[in-house]
């Protein structure tokens, strides 16, 4: 705390490792810590769509676009539509680290209605969504966060839409690459274990994070720096070329350029 720009437990982590963070948070327990267990997963995707829940209801996860509810039209109006699904069938409501949410405890009785009514609020089925789209996340960034440099939110749309269409004409527009953008290097929005990462860096300029896990449990390298927003995908298609004509069979992209690019280079 007497670093502000290094108020932050992660750097404490880094600072201290572990075993010393371990023994300070004991002393001020004032008890003894479990040694950690093992920890492992196969899948880092949220569960959209329906799912059955173990009592036997149903919940359905809901792609919430860089977590805005909101009405923003005639067609898509997510808070409206969401508030009525809620209130007349009275479900409960989780959220998901990627920003989306799970409306749960649905009767078989109601499946029907409720995708009904999301339909009719403009609430895609997931499976309808763009593969990019669909896994992509964004923090608010400007003009709502007071630490944002450039934009991240408003300018997810249309980053992801160029980078769909990219993957399409080469031959790629099924395939899921996990795209995250961040107004300034706080990173909120996750971008160091993105495929691709994009960080604010300045005005209109960013930082372009390749070669994390799809699972999230690698960070991403440094790419490209000062890339000015127009330039992102251009700036990519090279790599992206090159992974769709040489990669290994069932290979991801962030593993891809973790082989290709980031251990080569240590090499």
């Known amino acids: 705390r007497t670093h502000r720009k290094l108020a932050r437990l992660k750097y404490v982590m880094d ?8 023994r300070e948070l004991e002393s001020r327990l004032g008890r003894m810590l479990a040694e950690p267990q093992p920890l492992t997963w196969t899948n880092s995707d949220d569960h959209l769509g329906w799912h059955r829940q173990a009592e036997g209801s149903w919940f359905v996860g809901v ?23 809620v209130s007349k069938y009275r479900l409960e409501v989780r959220l998901t680290c990627q920003q989306n949410l799970y409306l749960c405890g649905i009767a078989d009785a109601d499946r029907s209605a409720v995708s009904q009514l999301l339909d009719e609020c403009g609430l895609l089925p997931a499976e309808s969504l763009p593969p990019v789209l669909r896994h992509s996340m964004a923090c608010p960034a ?27 004409s080469i031959g790629l527009k099924d395939d899921v690459i996990r795209f995250r953008t961040s107004g300034c290097p706080n990173g909120c929005s996750r971008p160091y274990t993105a495929e691709i ?53 069932s290979e991801s992209f962030g593993d891809f350029c973790h ?3 980031a251990l080569q280079s240590v090499a």
């Open 63 to 85: 792609r919430v676009v860089s977590g805005r509810l909101r009405d923003f039209n005639e067609q898509h109006r997510f808070r409206t539509g969401l508030r009525q699904i």
């Open 197 to 249: 990462g994009i960080v604010g860096a300045s005005t209109n300029m960013y930082t372009i994070y390749l070669g994390a896990s799809p699972m999230g449990n690698r960070l991403g390298f440094v790419f490209a720096q000062n890339v000015k927003r127009e330039d992102i995908v251009p700036r990519l298609r090279p790599i992206l070329s090159a992974y769709n004509s040489t990669r290994f069979e």
């Open 142 to 168: 400007l003009p709502t966060c007071g630490l944002a440099i450039t934009e991240s939110e408003r300018i997810l749309p249309e980053l992801v839409g160029t980078l769909q269409s990219e993957l399409a």
């Open 259 to 261: 082989r290709t690019i």
């Open 15 to 22: 600072d201290w490792g572990v075993p010393k963070f371990k």
